[in-house]
C-alpha cells in the first residue's frame, strides 16, 4: 500500500492536472494506516512508526496538491466530480456553482458623500473609498442606504 501511496503522490505532484483518484484509494490508505497502527508481529516498532509517519506527510502533501489543483480547475470551469473524493466534493461545491445574484444585491445608488469616509468592504465584497467631503459616489444600495442613514451620505439617484 505504501507503493501505491507513493506512486499517486508522484502522478499528482508531476501532472499540471488533476489526477483521477484510484478506485477505493481513501478506504485502501485509512486500513493500512490502521493496520500500521496495531502490527506487532515481527515488524520493530521503530521501523513501523516511521513507515506511518512517512505516509502521513506523503498524504498530507496529496490533499495539499489537490486542493490547489481543484482552486485552480474550478476557477477555470472544468472541475468534474469524477476527479474528486468523496470529501473533496463538500468542501469545494462552492467553486462549481455560479453565484446567484439577487436582484437586491445588484442595485446601485449615486450619493454624495458629506463626511469623509474611510475605505470599506461593499456587500459585494468589493473595496470602495476612502471618500472626501463632496464625493459623488456609486455605491451597492445596501452600504449606501447605511451611509444614508448615518447621515454621512445623501442619495443623487437610485439604479438597478
Do not use: H
Not at 502490527?39 to 506511518?52: I, T, Y
Not at 468534474?80 to 442595485?107: I, N, Q, Y
Amino acid at each position: 500500500m505504501y507503493k501505491r501511496i507513493l506512486e499517486f503522490w508522484l502522478n499528482e505532484k508531476e501532472s499540471r492536472e488533476l489526477q483521477r483518484p484510484p478506485p477505493g484509494f481513501k478506504d485502501d490508505v485509512k486500513r493500512y494506516m490502521e493496520d500500521l497502527a496495531r502490527m506487532e508481529n515481527g515488524v520493530p516498532s521503530k521501523l513501523r512508526l516511521a513507515e506511518a509517519e512517512r505516509a502521513k506527510r506523503i498524504i498530507n502533501e496529496i490533499a495539499v496538491l489537490r486542493k490547489e489543483k481543484i482552486c485552480r480547475t474550478a476557477v477555470a470551469g472544468t472541475l468534474s466530480d469524477d476527479m474528486l473524493f468523496d470529501d473533496e466534493m463538500g468542501l469545494f461545491r462552492p467553486l462549481k456553482e455560479p453565484e446567484k445574484v439577487t436582484d437586491d444585491s445588484a442595485k446601485k445608488i449615486l450619493v454624495r458623500v458629506l463626511r469623509d469616509v474611510p475605505s470599506f468592504v461593499g456587500t459585494d465584497l468589493k473595496t470602495y473609498g476612502p471618500y472626501k467631503t463632496e464625493d459623488i459616489v456609486l455605491l451597492p444600495a445596501q452600504n449606501a442606504e447605511a451611509l444614508i442613514k448615518r447621515g454621512v451620505a445623501t442619495e443623487i439617484q437610485r439604479r438597478i
